[in-house]
């Protein structure tokens, strides 16, 4: 799968280019107008890589790389692309756990190994926000205050008392991990487990903290700052990167991920970047034109044209009056449903004029 070409741009092409190319594919392909949602989904795949700076060099320089959190259910490197390209830098202790997946039986053959990699890095975190929908017109900001694990202060980390060693563990001689032989009828089988003594670090401190005891991290609360952008939907996701829990003991920490849900409006109805609301109109504005005032989502008032001789249910659009585009410039449409007001109640002169109308044929 090739993002560049997914977006129909050049691998030169600017930010801009690659904003404008997102915003043009996603209003033909998106679900809520009828479009494929396969293609959809590629087609926003490709501009988080590219529209981040560092994924867009990482996959400049690798390939079609997944994290945790990626859209392929973080899947790890393409395995082809690696095999091929051992000469770049590529992490080898991650292909050799695919070669481990590979090749559970034979001589000396090797069970799935746990990546130290995976045993220090912090769990990731998902939160929920809710917003009105006025607040999509414009980019928020929320505080939030989570309850996770935080690096401990006193030894920033390290597991062990300010100023004494980190020795490498006795049991599994600095693995990290115990290996286990069992004979089977189709061989030799080998397994891999996480050192119990050291908890797969592969190093055990000479003196444990006296605040972490060891384990480098402490419970704690941290308030974080989180950008909405102007334009999101219901249901959207952030990443805000490593600001999940902190990692053992050096380990990379996990992300943040907040899921954003959008209060209904009693006015406006959403769909897509468009609003749609409902008007009432009287019968002589419908029969001979007139000009009314309509509520927009800004809470100001525009001008609306209603022409001669206008039908109930006339879908009358406002350019630019709807919700900004996400991760790109200018705006949706409002469209406006007329709907002719039949009073219940007249009073005579009104029944009067109804009727001289009447006899003229209307």
Known sequence: MDYYEI?????NASQEEIKKAFHKLAHKYHPDKGGDEKKFKEINEAYQILSNTEKRAQYDQFGRVFDGAGANGGQGQDFTWAWQNQSQNFDFEDLGDVFENFFSFGGGGGGRRASRKDIRKG???????????????????????????????????????????????FSCRGTGQLQQIKKTILGSYTSFTVCPACGGEGTKPEKPCNVCKGESRVKGSETIDVIIPAGIDNNQALEVEGKGDAGKKGGKAGNLY????????SVFKRKGDDLYISQEVAY????????????????????????????????????????PHFGGY?????????????????????????????????
Do not use: F, W
């Open 7 to 11: 977006l129909g741009i050049t691998k």
């Open 123 to 169: 769990k990731d975190i998902q939160v929920d926000i809710e917003i009105s929908l006025e607040e999509t017109l414009r980019k928020t900001e929320r505080k939030i205050t989570l309850t996770k694990m935080l690096l401990c202060h006193r030894c920033h980390g390290k597991g062990a008392e300010p100023g004494t060693k980190i020795n490498e563990c």
């Open 258 to 265: 907040v899921r954003i849900y959008v209060k209904e409006h």
């Open 284 to 323: 002589s504005q419908a029969i001979l034109g007139d000009e009314i005032e309509i509520p927009t989502l800004e809470g100001t008032q525009i001008l609306l044209t209603v022409p001669q001789g206008t039908e109930s249910g006339k879908v009358l659009r406002i350019s630019g009056k709807g919700i």
């Open 330 to 362: 200018g705006r949706g449409n409002m469209y406006v449903e007329l709907i002719i007001k039949t009073p219940k109640k007249i009073s005579k002169k009104q029944k009067e004029l109804l009727d001289e109308l009447r006899r003229e044929g209307l």
